[in-house]
């Protein structure tokens, strides 16, 4: 049961850092907010993680398993919900990313061996229908252009990145059972990506922004983010990814909430957004209980 609380949890964390994200966006950029957040979360985490590491044995293939799990998410990932979200709108991009739970179940069962009951399949299926049918309910001015187009494919490779990504973090959790060390790690090679990316990019180097403005933007999205990312670990060490993976995804459900609160000249509320939030919420019970 501490698993499904703390990804409920998780997923509130990570809506209120979306919501706030999407509204700095209206003043500054992807790859600006994914600095900025990253940064944040660093010096957050770096601290416990240096007193946890000195006082407990460190697996070195889980040091090796936690980075790449970084380097996917949030490293890779966070680069295209932000870069999508700044294209298709909040819940478009979060109910695309929703569907991750198809690539996380897929890959634990084949490669950790985790066997879903007939309520985690139901209901993760309930998830991502319920998922696609929130992205249909938000309709841009101009849905068959370029931008969106390009918007909805770079989602669509984020969410089977993070699916993997969520393999990997529950491999390197099975031999190094030390979520803030994972945490901090996986931060710290996004960090390390992004630098890398605005070095070798020209066109990056000219839109990022890491200033006092951009930090007054961003930095409570990093807090939230941070405190997401440390409860969403404790929720894949204290449970399986069949069935944590698809209940973090409830984030659109909390972004279509605090979205209708904060977002109104923003996102657009209608009855698919309604309806679909519903059937997550269905599949939400159906795991959780099932």
């Known amino acids: 049961m501490i698993d499904v609380m703390l990804a409920v949890l998780a997923a509130v964390f990570y809506s209120l850092g979306v919501i706030l994200v999407r509204k700095g966006l209206v003043e500054s950029n992807f790859i600006s907010a994914s600095f900025v957040i990253t940064i944040v979360g660093n010096i957050i985490l770096w601290g416990p993680a240096l007193l946890l590491a000195t006082s407990n044995r460190i697996n070195p293939t889980g040091v090796l398993l936690f980075a790449l799990a970084g380097i996917l998410d949030p490293g890779l990932t966070r680069l295209s919900y932000f870069f999508g979200m700044e294209r298709i709108g909040a819940s478009i991009s979060a109910s695309i990313f929703a569907v991750n739970p ?125 405190l997401g990312w440390i409860t969403s670990f404790y929720a894949i060490m204290y449970g399986n990814v069949v069935t944590v993976n698809p209940i973090m995804d409830t984030e659109p459900l909390f972004i279509f909430f605090f979205a209708y609160l904060y977002l109104r000249e923003l996102e657009t509320i209608t009855p698919k957004l309604v309806i679909g939030t519903i059937i997550v919420i269905l599949g939400v019970t159906l795991v959780s209980v099932i």
Request: glycine letters at 12%; charged letters at 10%.
């Open 102 to 226: 198809v690539f996380g179940t897929m890959a634990a069962v084949v490669l950790l061996g985790e066997q879903p009951t007939i309520g985690t399949l139901v209901g993760t299926s309930c998830v991502v229908c319920g998922a696609l049918l929130l992205g249909k309910s938000i309709h841009t001015n101009n849905a068959k252009s370029g931008k969106v187009k390009t918007g909805l494919a770079v989602s669509v490779f984020g969410s089977i990145v993070v699916g993997m990504a969520f393999i990997v973090r529950k491999m390197a959790l099975n031999m190094m059972n030390k979520p803030i060390i994972g945490v901090a790690l996986g931060y710290a090679m996004a960090l390390s990506i992004y630098t890398i990316v605005v070095a070798v990019s020209s066109n990056m180097r000219s839109i990022a922004s890491v200033d006092g403005h951009t930090f007054r933007l961003f930095w409570k999205a990093g807090v939230f983010m941070s």
